[in-house]
Every structure is written in C-alpha cells, then in structure tokens.
C-alpha cells in the first residue's frame, strides 16, 4: 500500500529542491550578453550599472584612458591624491567588474583608513616605500611595508590604509573587481556625515566627551 501523500514530511524533499535549485544562478554575477556597455552617464543608474550608449555611437577613444598623469598631493594635510578609472570617468568598464585608481603620495602622504563595501582590491608599489595595512572582522591588524614592484591584496570590505613612509614621492596603481567599488572614509563617515551623527552616539562609542567629538567635527566641517 502506498503512503499517504497527506503528510508534511512527504514534501520536503520537493521543498528542499526548490531551495536549492536557485543558489547556482545567484552565486555569482551573470555573464555579460553583449561585447561591451559604454555607459551613458546622462542616465539613471539601472540595477547592474548604467545603460549603454548606442553602439553605433562609440568609438575607439572610448576603451582608452590616461593614468600617466601625476595628481595634486598638496591639497590637503593627508597629502595624497586618487585618480580614479572607474565607471564614472571610464564609462567602457561598465558591466565589466573591473575598474582602477592612480594614488599619488606625497612624503608622509596618508590614504586614511577606509573600506571598499562592492570590491577586493590589488595594488602595484611603482614609487617609494609604502605602508600598507588592513584590520580584519576578528579584529588582527596585518601589515608591511612595501617597495617598488612589490603587491598587496585588500579583501572585499575590510578597513585599511596606505602611507607613504618614505623620504620621497610615492606612487601605487590599484585595481578592483567592480566597475563602481565605493569607497567608506571612516573620519568623514563618521564626523562629516550630513545631517551629522548624534554626539551622544560618538562620545559612547569612542568613551570621549562632547569637546572632544566637536573638535574633531569642526576638522570635517560637520
């Protein structure tokens, strides 16, 4: 005699199918369907991306873009500069997942701790000595310093920094596995914010007082 279909356990392992069955197509990003994507940035952003400009309409300056130029370190007290290759000023990387940053250093120049929230990240030292460093989700903080040739990878999210310890110029390319990876700037995330963080949320946080977390908003114009 057969089972009664009735029970609940009997329909588990079509459950159990259904659950599964997804998991292969959103374990990674779909493949692309066409050659390329210029990205038409007089657009809204869609949910991959930007729209493509009309094939018809693109030409060969647009897969090319110029890194060679050395950026303005001067401008702040962190005295570094980011010349960013990515879909916003590359439109061909769109729907690539891939983009890259020239960062110039001047000496002692700080690109300060922050974290990349859609993208890995790769860097090539071509000048000076550079202090690279990133602090896990367990809280162990990994660095070294490192010369001309030498590379360095970022995990997807993690907190990190690079300065130049060096007595001259310095100069890192580095790439990441998104077209758009964003970038989290702890100080100015957290004392620059507009509308500004509450000061009592700051002052529990960091075990500080109010002077002290309007001093340091005061430096991020919050």
Do not use: W
């Amino acid at each position: 005699m057969m089972k009664s279909s009735n029970s609940p356990l009997y329909l588990l392992p079509c459950l159990l199918m259904l659950l599964l069955l997804p998991v292969p197509s959103l374990s990674a990003d779909p493949d692309a369907l066409q050659d390329f994507c210029v990205a038409d940035l007089n657009a809204s952003i869609s949910i991959n991306g930007f729209p493509c400009i009309p094939a018809s309409k693109v030409s060969a300056s647009d897969f090319f873009f110029d890194l060679s130029k050395e950026g303005i370190t001067n401008t702040s007290n962190l005295n570094f500069n980011v010349t960013p290759a990515n879909v916003l000023s590359f439109p061909a990387v769109n729907t690539l997942g891939i983009s890259m940053n020239r960062v110039d250093y001047g000496p002692g120049g700080l690109n300060p701790p922050h974290s990349h929230p859609r993208a890995t990240e790769m860097g090539l030292v071509v000048k000076g000595r550079i202090l690279v460093g990133f602090v896990t989700t367990s809280n162990v903080y990994y660095s070294k310093v490192l010369t001309r040739g030498e590379i360095f990878v970022i995990p997807s999210g993690l907190v990190h920094f690079q300065k130049n310890v060096g007595k001259g110029k310095g100069i890192v390319f580095t790439s990441f596995n998104s077209h758009m990876p964003g970038v989290v700037i702890l100080s100015t995330t957290l004392f620059g914010s507009q509308p500004p963080m509450p000061n009592e949320v700051l002052t529990q946080a960091f075990q500080v007082d109010d002077a002290v977390v309007n001093s340091i908003k005061s430096k991020f114009g919050s």
